[in-house]
């Protein structure tokens, strides 16, 4: 089983809609991530949350700790959103800079019709 | 600084030929991370440097990888006797403890082994 579960793993919407995208964990976290990945390969970075709730534009990430649970929503969607979003980990704080490395879902695949 | 750069973007290759791939980070980024990533999944994490030093690698990387940051600034990723399975785009990242831990990553540098 995975570390990480993305959930679904293909969306598609139409234009203005409200996107939800799931990501469940099973080990403890210091850190998770949620990024975006679009046709071609550049993955960036959206959020890091190690809890809480972050917001920037159109985009919001929570995160439940105790449950080990993590959405990413969108508002008004759009089809320049289309793109891969993909939840990622990071194990533990310290000095060690590995604890750092990140252990990635499959990906959800978001595709907004116009 | 324009962000991770990685190069070449594109390789192909016969099978048994040797291939490098090369990643400049953010400048005074110490942490740099390889990836890869085959089509439909999620990155998996390869090696870990903290300034020069190697400091993990992952079961992954077999004998025929070997990646170096020789002055803690920019890394290649060295592949031997290309094999049709290590097609796959090879991702690079990189840190900085005083920005957060927000992980940049470059565009990638996708391998076909034919």
């Known amino acids: 089983k995975n570390e990480v579960e993305q959930s679904p793993q293909n969306l598609t919407a139409q234009e203005g809609e409200f996107i939800t995208i799931n990501c469940s964990y099973s080990v403890g976290i210091s850190a998770l991530h949620w990024l975006q990945q679009h046709p071609g390969g550049g993955i960036v970075s959206l959020f890091m949350l190690s809890s809480g709730k972050k917001k920037h534009g159109r985009l919001i990430a929570t995160i439940n700790i105790q449950e080990k649970h993590s959405s990413l929503h969108i508002t008004a969607s759009h089809p320049r959103d289309s793109a891969v979003y993909i939840c990622a980990i990071s194990l533990g704080w310290g000095s060690g800079g590995s604890n750092y490395k990140l252990t990635f879902g499959k990906g959800t695949l978001l595709t907004v019709n116009p | 600084d324009t962000g991770v750069s990685q190069n070449p973007r594109h390789k192909i290759t016969k099978r048994g030929q040797n291939v490098t791939f090369r990643c400049d980070p953010i400048?005074?980024?110490?942490?740099l991370y390889w990836y890869r990533q085959t089509l439909g999944q999620g990155p998996e994490f390869l090696t870990y440097f903290q300034n020069e030093a190697q400091l993990e690698k992952s079961r992954l990387l077999s004998d025929r990888f070997s990646a170096e940051r020789p002055k803690g600034s920019f890394s290649t990723l060295e592949i031997q006797r290309t094999e049709q399975g290590d097609s796959a785009m090879y991702l690079c990242a990189s840190s900085f403890p005083t920005t957060g831990n927000t992980i940049y990553f470059g565009e990638g540098s996708w391998l076909t082994v034919v």
């Open positions: 400048s005074e980024h110490n942490r």
